[in-house]
């Protein structure tokens, strides 16, 4: 491992707070999200145990609680994330969950993130989500461009496996949108200083613009069927429109379903007619 790996204390991380919290915010995206989806072609390897460091793109305010979903897939494994210190102190219920927070633009913090960042991937069963490029950011954007902290940190670590995440949350058939996520290829580091850190930059740069280019190609086929569904959520249009197709079922006599995409496939209402 790194020589100062196990010099640096861990950041505040609650296992029955994390069980807790990520109950209900599976609940919360339950009912934000028609379905919380990985697709088939992006599921995470195994990993034999080996820390990992997790580099994402960020759509959204819904990442973190992206992330503590997604998280589960990885059993035994303990998770942190870094967040701003500004924002960690307005959202205090994440610090117990792995959160920890880094000063932003300072020489201070970007030296605490890499010595947190090593203490954490100097342990096997160990991770770090990280988003990378430090704001949010379209999902179609390119070049996928990052900050070089990452590559820094990976400069410092060791037998650790990175892997890229694309997640985006696109709009399908239905009045909820879906969120999406796709993992792809892992990146092995054997040791991080055999590469210089623009070099390391462009390694997960790359694997990250195919993750999000992979799964754009999966979220603009709607198919259902190239993801597995993780979180089942909301369905319907809501409000009259499903009021009305609930009475049509009930005067024909036939079973009503609130799904949007059953019903125009069954010939529901369309704008286009």
Known sequence: MTADGHSTPLPKRSAWRVRLFTRYFKRWMSK?????????????????????????????????LMGMVLADLFAG???YVPIDAAALRQYRIFEPLGFF?????????????????????SRPLHAIWVTAQGKFTDPRQRPVQLRPGVG???????????????IEYPFWQERYPEALAHFGSPIVVKVGKDHSVDEWMLKIETGL????????????SQDPNRFETIIGGSVGVGGIYDWWRRLKSRLSGKQFSSSHAEAVAGGGTSCSR
């Open 152 to 166: 820094h940190l990976v400069r410092r670590i060791h037998d650790v496996i990175i892997l890229p995440l694309a």
């Open 209 to 220: 613009t195919q993750a999000q280019d992979d799964l754009a190609t999966a979220a603009t």
């Open 32 to 64: 934000s999200f028609h379905a919380v989806r990985i697709s088939r072609s992006g599921m995470p390897p195994a990993l034999q145990g080996k820390p990992l460091l997790v580099v994402l793109n960020h759509p959204s305010w819904w990442d973190p």
């Open 101 to 121: 927070g880094v000063e932003v633009g300072t020489a201070s913090g970007a030296l605490a993130f890499l010595r947190t960042g090593t203490a954490i991937l």
């Open 77 to 79: 494994y303990h998770h």
